[in-house]
Nanobody, 118 residues
Framework: QVQLVESGGGLVQAGGPLRLSCAAS????????MGWYRQAPGKERERVAT????????AYADWVKGRFTISKDNAKNTVYLQMNSLKPEDTAIYYC???????????WGQGTQVTVSS
């Protein structure tokens, strides 16, 4: 089992930054990669960024366009999402996930609300 707890969401003005954190616990040694996804009201959940647990190789959705950066601190078992130049359309619940290496099982956090005001 892997447990994920997100934090760092909140209300921010358009153009501002925000950093999300996702702390993993439990069988973190079994994690293959972690990622951030988001879901806006009335829309499907979409991928924002992922990062491999070993090597820290990031991958981003095309629409991120350099505004967001995913990173990790293995010592703290924590993944971060630095979001800059936020837009009102970035308003969503942001979820962290972890994919287990052997089983492919996916774990999700409870989500953290990000609201960008215009």
């Amino acid at each position: 089992q892997v447990q994920l707890v997100e934090s760092g969401g909140g209300l921010v003005q358009a153009g501002g930054p925000l950093r999300l954190s996702c702390a993993a616990s439990g069988r973190t040694y079994s994690i293959n990669d972690m990622g951030w996804y988001r879901q806006a009201p009335g829309k499907e959940r979409e991928r924002v960024a992922t990062i491999t647990w070993i090597g820290g190789i990031p991958a981003y959705a095309d629409w991120v366009k350099g505004r967001f950066t995913i990173s990790k601190d293995n010592a703290k078992n924590t993944v971060y999402l630095q979001m800059n130049s936020l837009k009102p359309e970035d308003t969503a619940i942001y979820y962290c996930n972890a994919v287990q290496e052997v089983t492919g099982r996916v774990y999700w956090g409870q989500g953290t609300q990000v609201t960008v005001s215009s």
